[in-house]
C-alpha cells in the first residue's frame, strides 16, 4: 500500500509561486524536493497511523463477536464440548456403577450373615453387628490416618445431629440380623419389596414427591407377594416376620432421614462438607457404645463368651468377612444415595432381589411348595414392574 501511494503522490506535479515571481530553477528544483520529502515523510506517517487504527479496529471487533458468542453461548460450546459430554457420561455411568457396586456388596453380606446366623447357628445379632461395626471403624481410621480417604474432623453439633440417624441405622442392622435367623433369603428378599412402599410413601409426605399410577400399581403387586408368599411359606415363623416388617419399616425411615440430615450435616462441618468416608464413620463409630449397651440388655455377653462357635477359626473368616462387606455396603449404599434418591436407593435394592433368592434357595437347601415358588416369581416380577414404571 506505501508503494502504491508513493506512486500516486509522484504523479502529481505540486505548482509553487513566489511573491515576486522571479525563483531561480535551482531554487525551484530545491523547494519542489523538499516539499516531496515533507509529504512522503507525512504519507508514510498516516499510512503507518492508518494501519494501527484498522487493526485496533479490527481486534476491538474480533473482541466483541467474541463477547457476543460467549454471551450467546456459542463460544463456551466450541471449547467446553468435550467437558460437558464427559459431564454428561458421568451422570449416565455414576448411577450405574454405584447401584452395581451397591447390589453386589448387599447380596454376599447377605449370604455371609446367614451363614453366620444360621449356619454356624450364632444367637447373638447384636454381637454380630457391633463386630462388623468395630472392623469398619477401625479399617476407616487406618485408611484416614494414611491419608487414603479424607475424614472430616468430628464435633458435638454434628454427633448431636447424626445420632437419630444412628439409632435408626443400628435397629435396621439388628432387625435384619434376627429375621435372617429365622426366615429363608428368598422370602427375605420378597418381604423387603414393603420397604419401596413405605419409602415411595414418605418421599410423598417429606419430600412431596409424587409417584404415578404405573408405579403405585407396582406396589399393590408387591403387597399380594408379601402375603401370598407369608402364606404359602413352609418355614414360617411369627418371631422372623415380626423382624421382617420392624425391618422395612426402619430401612425406609434410615434412607428418607438420611437423605434428609445430609443437608444440614454439611453445614456442620469445617470444610462444609460431608464425604461418604466420614459418614461411615460416624454411622459405625457413634453404634459401638449404643451396641455395648445393648449386648449386656440382651444378655448376649454371657453368650459369647460360652459359645463353642467363637473357637472355629473359619467362623472368624466368615465374620470379619461380613464386616468388611458391612463397610462396603456403608460406602456404596451412600454412594449410591447420593447418585439417586431413596426410592430408587430401594428400588434397586428390590432387583438385586432375583439372583439373590435363587442363591439363597439353592445354596441353603430351602424347602419350597408349587404357591410359594409362585409367590416368589411373582413379588419378583413385582420388582421388576416396578423398576420400569419408577424409569418411565
Known sequence: MSSDFKLEIGGEEPRVSTRNGNVE???????????????????????????????????????FRGNRIVKNGSFSGLFDGDETR????????????SGTAYCISSCSMIILNKVVLSGYNFNAG??????QNLISSIVIVLLGLC?????????????????????????????GMYSLKYINIAMVTILKN??????????????????????????????????????????????????QVTNCVLTASYSLTLRRIMDEAKKLTRSG???????????????????A?????FGEWAYVVNADVIKLPMFWVVATASGLLGLAISFTSMWFLHQTGPTTYSLVGSLNKIPLSIAGIFLFKVPLSPPNLFSILFGLFAGVFFARAKMS
Open 293 to 297: 449397651v445393648l449386648i449386656f440388655l
Open 126 to 131: 447384636i454381637s454380630l453387628m457391633f463386630y
Open 25 to 63: 530553477q535551482n531554487e525551484r528544483a530545491g523547494t519542489v524536493h523538499k516539499i516531496l520529502s515533507g509529504i512522503r515523510n507525512q504519507g508514510s506517517k498516516s499510512i503507518s497511523n492508518f494501519l494501527t487504527n484498522a487493526q485496533r479496529r479490527t481486534l476491538g471487533d474480533r473482541f
Open 194 to 243: 414393603v420397604t419401596n412402599i413405605m419409602t415411595a410413601i414418605g418421599e410423598l409426605y417429606i419430600f412431596r414427591k409424587r409417584q404415578n399410577q404405573k408405579v403405585w400399581t407396582a406396589m399393590f403387586l408387591m403387597i399380594i407377594s408379601a402375603i401370598s408368599g407369608g402364606i404359602t411359606d413352609l418355614t414360617f415363623d411369627t418371631l422372623g416376620y415380626g423382624w
Open 86 to 97: 464427559e459431564h454428561g457420561l458421568g451422570r449416565k455411568t455414576g448411577p450405574l456403577l
Open 273 to 291: 462438607s460431608l464425604n461418604e468416608a466420614s459418614m461411615v464413620l460416624l454411622n459405625n463409630l457413634l453404634s459401638l457404645p449404643f451396641g
Open 147 to 175: 491419608r487414603t480417604v479424607s475424614i472430616e474432623k468430628l464435633n458435638w453439633k454434628l454427633i448431636r445431629l447424626w445420632i437419630p440417624v444412628n439409632l435408626i441405622f443400628i435397629g435396621m442392622l439388628v432387625s
